[in-house]
């Protein structure tokens, strides 16, 4: 008896520890073992969005930054490319200009003054144009790392859903009927 009594003991002081660290973890006490959840932060989402790209992967939007860089790249590559044509036909311009025939271009030596003008004109008016789409590429991406954030946790279940399905409606006065369409909302 005494032993079974010893026994019953040991088991419960043995037991005991891990019965206090299992109680201690169901009611939230020991959170040193848990792991912290941390919040996806739209204003951290909006200052990292000035680095293009940035904002997308904190999003975790990996998709998008092929299209970021790839919009970016294709811009700056256009502001680059008339950039070099503006500068050919502004000191082609400048030297017919000033008669001087020394910088005379070899390549435009059979265009007319008029032509080397307006293509100067023209590559310049280019150039401004891509600037600008570069601008509004960027712009866009930030926009989107914004709203990303912002819509991060956002719920979007098969609850929520837009159909447009053929109808027909049935005109009971003239005895036809009339095809159209249906716009059904599920919320």
Same mark, same amino acid.
């Given at each position: ?85 503006? +500068? ?6 400048? =030297?017919? %200009?000033?008669?001087?025939? #020394?910088?005379? *271009?070899?390549?435009? $030596? ?30 866009? +991406? ?6 990303? =954030?912002? %819509?991060?946790?956002?719920? #979007?279940?098969? *609850?929520?859903?837009? $159909? ?24």
């Amino acid at each position: 008896m005494k032993k079974t009594l010893l026994i019953f003991c040991a088991l419960y002081i043995l037991n005991s520890p891990l019965n206090l660290i299992q109680g201690s973890i169901l009611n939230g006490m020991a959170q040193a073992d848990s792991v912290p959840v941390k919040k996806h932060s739209p204003k951290t989402a909006s200052w990292l969005a000035l680095v293009p790209g940035a904002g997308q992967v904190y999003n975790k939007k990996y998709w998008k930054l092929p299209i970021v860089y790839g919009g970016l790249g294709a811009t700056a590559y256009c502001i680059y490319y008339y950039q070099d044509l503006t +500068s050919t036909y502004r000191k082609e311009h400048v =030297a017919r %200009l000033n008669k001087d025939s #020394v910088n005379f *271009n070899t390549e435009l $030596a059979g265009e007319s003054d008029y032509t080397v003008e307006a293509r100067r004109n023209t590559y310049r008016r280019n150039m401004e144009i891509c600037v600008a789409a570069c601008a509004i590429v960027y712009a866009l +991406s930030i926009v989107d790392a914004c709203v990303d =954030a912002h %819509l991060f946790y956002y719920d #979007v279940s098969d *609850n929520l859903s837009m $159909a447009i399905r053929p109808k027909l409606n049935f005109n009971p006065v003239c005895g036809s009927a009339t095809p159209s369409l249906a716009l059904i909302l599920k919320f």
